[in-house]
């Protein structure tokens, strides 16, 4: 499984694009328009499948067999909902902002190879499932995604909501910190493949997938690629508890409808891009690699376990989503600063030491310290961080009263302080004490009136 993993970086396998023309090219980019836009609507119908499952319910059901045309009447929904307009907008920013997220998100799949070399029905090209391929491939996908990001940013800029430019200032501080752990978590592949070519990358997995091999990278890009699309337990850039909307509040119809396309665009970019780098791309799992000769690793095969493996980590997503609840602002700051990024950074440190041991000396142990590394550094970060419940606070032995205005702003009560009881509680303690006495008026009287008819009785 593991030979021929030696000093020496893996031979670089770069996708052939000789025999390319323009109409093959534009044939390509249309594909994977079309692809693109059909997989968002399936990954709605899967998310809400899904959710409804882990939830105990039942979905979407009614429109079309198990609910599949649910998606077309919430595509009408949107498109002829009124198109309202924030009158105090910055117009040019407020409309092109939803269209420039969606055009970086569909920028993303020029460079993810979906398969293997195959050859077009009905001729004797043979051309890559990939639309081009450069040595800075994911130095590129890296620069698109962070361009997407401006569109959340100008979009809540630019509606002049309050809760609008809240959402995209967090957006901003989310970006800068969860982009920095997914660069530091791919800065191992590079290490290991020796390229930034994408499908050099996938070539260099053909003995065994990086995932494997750079476990911690794979963690650590599995966590940032959730906090860099925004979603659920780190969606906190569209909050609705606190944000209504975030920077979509002053959205509706088709513009409301870009951001919502762009973020499940960028959830099968994502996936994709994980699927390229760490779970060996279009390649067949093992044993299924070893049929035939690999013959299921060849021609129209590789689409399929390319899908497979894509749409495995879009049931993460949904997964984390049903399971996980959101965390406070704070705590994922402090996640991604004072928790991953430390981690990122010496496991980077650890392997380029180990990668110039491998190169400069005689010791070649690559092919089985790395793996093994990789699994107790992935042991160590789960104990590590593993929750330890904190004991109960003991209750102090006396309370005491205190003034929540004394000094002119109201506040929170300390351990053994108590606040005095509100009016209300006043009022409702005052009605229960006149009841009281009420009741025991009235049983006063009839028991002198039981007493008086008494002595009636025993007079002659």
């Not at 200032?169 to 070519?197: D, H």
């Amino acid at each position: 499984m593991i030979a021929g993993l030696s000093a020496a970086a893996p031979a670089a396998v770069v996708a052939d694009f000789s025999q390319d023309n323009g109409w093959i090219v534009a044939g390509k980019a249309v594909l994977i328009l079309i692809c693109a836009l059909v997989s968002v609507i399936i990954a709605i119908w899967f998310e809400r499948k899904v959710i409804a499952r882990l939830q105990q319910r039942v979905g979407p059901n009614v429109r079309g067999p198990m609910g599949l045309f649910q998606l077309v009447y919430d595509a009408l929904k949107l498109f002829l909902k009124e198109d309202m307009n924030v009158s105090r907008a910055d117009k040019l920013t407020y409309i092109v902002a939803p269209g420039l997220s969606v055009m970086a998100s569909l920028m993303v799949f020029a460079v993810i190879p979906i398969g293997g070399q195959v050859k077009i029905p009905f001729s004797d090209i043979e051309t890559p499932l990939q639309l081009t391929d450069f040595p800075v491939a994911v130095l590129y996908i890296l620069a698109v995604t962070a361009v997407g990001v401006y569109g959340i940013v100008l979009g809540g800029w630019s509606s002049r909501s309050t809760y609008s430019l809240l959402g995209s200032v967090r957006s901003t501080a989310q970006i800068i910190s969860y982009e920095l752990v997914m660069g530091m978590s791919l800065v191992t592949v590079f290490i290991m493949a020796g390229s930034m070519s994408t499908s050099t990358i996938v070539g260099a997995q053909e003995k065994l997938w990086y995932g494997i091999m750079l476990a911690p990278s794979l963690f650590l890009y599995i966590i940032a690629m959730i906090g860099e699309t925004n979603r659920l337990p780190f969606d906190l850039p569209e909050a609705e508890g606190e944000l209504v909307a975030g920077y979509m509040t002053e959205y509706s119809s088709m513009k409301f409808a870009w951001f919502f396309l762009a973020e499940y665009i960028n959830m099968l970019n994502v996936s994709a891009v994980c699927t390229t780098l760490f779970l060996g791309g279009w390649r067949a799992p093992w044993p299924l690699s070893a049929i035939g000769d690999g013959v299921l690793n060849t021609g129209y095969w590789t689409i399929l376990w390319f899908l497979a493996k894509t749409w495995l980590l879009m049931f993460v997503f949904v997964w984390v989503r049903g399971t996980v609840v959101r965390l406070r602002y704070d705590q994922f700051m402090r996640l991604g600063w004072k928790g991953l990024l430390p981690v990122a950074l010496a496991w980077i440190v650890v392997l380029t030491a180990l990668r110039a041991i491998d190169q400069f000396t005689s010791y070649h142990f690559n092919a089985w310290a790395v793996p093994i590394l990789s699994w107790v550094v992935v042991l160590f970060i789960i104990i590590w961080y593993w929750p330890v419940p904190e004991p109960e606070p003991e209750a102090p032995a006396e309370t005491v009263e205190i003034d929540p205005y004394a000094d002119g702003f109201p506040v929170p009560p300390l351990p053994g302080q108590v606040l005095p009881p509100s009016p209300r509680a006043l009022r409702l303690a005052g009605g229960a004490v006149e009841t009281v006495a009420v009741v025991e008026t009235v049983a006063v009287v009839e028991t002198e009136e039981l007493d008086l008819v008494e002595v009636k009785e025993d007079q002659p």
